[in-house]
């Protein structure tokens, strides 16, 4: 049966027991709201690991906008039920005073992969997830984290603190989740009103019509242009970027000569999409 634990104490005397024992123990870091796309991450944990815990915490610190910290969705009795259904062993959803106590003064800062394209548009985003999700694994003793593509920086920033704090975790990426009509299940889409949930397969569609254009020996700059162009026209009020980028270092590319990810963000009815596929 699923326990509920919301401090440090009770989950590393569990988690302690477990390691004891010679298990494996995977950790699913969430912001809760949970989709199939989550829960294909929390399947994935159950395959890799002995035992899987999957944290919700709600992280201020990486919310450059309190409003949109304000409305961001908080579902956990829903979560817990689906959580339970899946055969998660602990779902770890702490307080914000249990992951930052009076008096915390440490945060963590990637360097250079962190900084372009949402470092860019979300001042201080990254630093608020390194710094949590450092605290997280240091929580859980996990030996995998498991993450989504979808946020493919994100995954790539977190993959280069551990390797640069010898953080003993074993970073897993998943493919992302999609409705079937390409749309990446994201927390926001339940906030798309209907004309906007209907645009917003556009910007898969455009993405992949692009990509193609690329691999198919099409100018970089030039079919990025026609996408931005095309996603306008498909209904979205602001493409903040849409950019071919190095899959590792997310350095800007103009030719084809190194495996690429397109990366977009781009607003619809008023909520931020962010999508990315490989190139």
């Known amino acids: 049966m699923m326990q509920i634990l919301r401090t440090v104490a009770e989950l590393r005397t569990r988690v302690r027991g477990w390691k004891e024992d010679g298990r494996q123990v995977g950790v699913v870091p969430t912001m809760g709201a949970l989709h199939d796309g989550h829960l294909s991450l929390v399947r994935a944990a159950k395959r890799g690991c002995d035992r899987v815990i999957v944290t919700i915490f709600v992280n201020p610190k990486q919310f450059n906008n309190p409003a949109d910290l304000e409305k961001y969705p908080r579902t956990e009795a829903a979560d817990a ?3 339970a259904a899946e055969g998660v062993d602990i779902l770890f959803a702490p307080g914000p005073d249990e992951v930052y106590p009076p008096g915390f003064a440490t945060s963590v800062t990637v360097s ?7 470092g860019a548009m979300r001042p201080g985003h990254f630093e608020g997830v390194a710094t949590v999700v450092a605290k997280l694994f240091g929580m859980t003793q996990a030996n995998r984290a498991y993450f989504g593509q979808k946020d493919w920086q994100q995954l790539q920033v977190v993959k280069r603190m551990v390797a640069d704090l010898n953080i003993p975790v074993e970073v897993v990426g998943a493919e992302t989740v999609r409705e079937g009509d390409g749309l990446a299940m994201s927390s926001r889409n339940v906030r798309l009103d ?3 949930r209907a645009q917003a397969p556009g910007l898969y569609r455009v993405m992949s019509k692009v990509a193609a254009a690329i691999r198919n020996g099409g100018d970089v ?3 990025l242009d026609q996408g931005r ?5 498909a209904g979205f009020a602001e493409v903040e970027y849409l950019d071919l980028r190095s899959a590792a270092l997310l350095e800007p590319m103009t030719t084809l000569d190194q495996p690429a990810r397109l990366l977009a963000a781009a607003w619809i009815g008023g909520v931020r999409l962010i999508d990315n596929i490989p190139v």
Request: overall charge negative.
């Open 229 to 233: 162009a095309d996603l306008v026209q």
């Open 221 to 223: 700059a030039a079919a």
């Open 194 to 196: 209907a004309l906007s």
């Open 112 to 118: 250079g992969i962190s900084d372009p394209l949402e």
């Open 81 to 83: 039920a689906l959580l």
